[in-house]
């Protein structure tokens, strides 16, 4: 079946550093992903998404990087600060509108 | 429209007893999906909808665990005869059915004592 992981459960940055999350799925079918935050106590909060089409997507602050060839996904934060502490999870689906598979999250930590 | 609204926030109960839970996806939403979730790890999907047709449904729905959406609008999850391990947080989330994400709603908390 399809599953997606995620690579180190903490993170631990500088307020101002780069942060780099990361995450490995194994279907190759999957076809679209989606970057999540999720504070304590509340919902998934859509952060950015990328379609297999495509190898690199920005948004505000953040970047998506996607390789099809190691299936394999990154989120970058730039200038991190202490407002993005929370747990990021990526989640892939094959289609449109189907059921998300999430991984485990990586907890974010943003020391001052 | 103010995104994906879940009711109740918070809901303890004690084993053995029903507990139903409301989700109002964003209106223009057709497609709306169950999810459970654990403290350390990700969303599990339980089951979606398409408008009012549910679609799927995962191995973890038991026969205890029901969702309805009759109207094609909000929906309910119901767990008879509750146990401690349903103890979660469940989530919804809606989408328009295409890939242009997936909106989840803050929750509910269920603890079953």
């Known amino acids: 079946g399809e599953s997606v992981g995620l690579h180190l459960p903490t993170l631990s940055v500088q307020e101002g550093d780069n942060s780099i999350i990361n995450c490995a799925y194994s279907?190759?079918?999957?076809?679209?992903f989606i970057w999540y935050k999720q504070e304590s106590g509340k919902g998934p909060q859509f952060i950015i998404d990328?379609?297999?089409?495509?190898d690199k997507r920005q948004g505000q602050r953040v970047t998506v990087l996607l390789n099809k060839t190691v299936k394999h996904l990154s989120l970058q934060i730039a200038a991190t600060q202490p407002g993005d502490s929370a747990v990021y999870f990526c989640?892939?689906?094959?289609?449109?509108?189907?059921?998300?598979?999430f991984g485990t999250g990586t907890q974010l930590k943003v020391e001052l | 429209d103010t995104g994906v609204s879940q009711d109740p926030r918070h809901k303890i109960t004690k084993r053995g007893q029903n507990v139903t839970f409301r989700c109002d996806p964003i209106?223009?939403?057709?497609?709306l999906y169950w999810y459970r979730q654990t403290l350390g790890q990700g969303p599990e999907f339980l089951t979606y909808?398409?408008?009012?047709?549910?679609?799927?449904k995962s191995r973890l729905l038991s026969d205890r665990f029901s969702a309805e959406r009759p109207k094609g609008s909000f929906s309910t999850l119901e767990i008879q005869r509750t146990e401690q391990g349903d103890s979660a947080m469940y989530l919804c989330?809606?989408?328009?059915?295409?890939?242009?994400?997936?909106?989840f709603g803050s929750g509910t908390r269920l603890t079953v004592v």
């Open positions: 989640a892939g689906t094959r289609g449109g509108g189907n059921k998300l598979t």
């Open positions: 279907n190759s079918a999957s076809d679209y």
């Open positions: 989330a809606s989408s328009r059915g295409g890939e242009d994400g997936y909106t």
């Open positions: 209106s223009e939403h057709n497609r």
């Open positions: 909808f398409q408008n009012e047709a549910q679609l799927e």
């Open positions: 990328i379609r297999s089409n495509m």
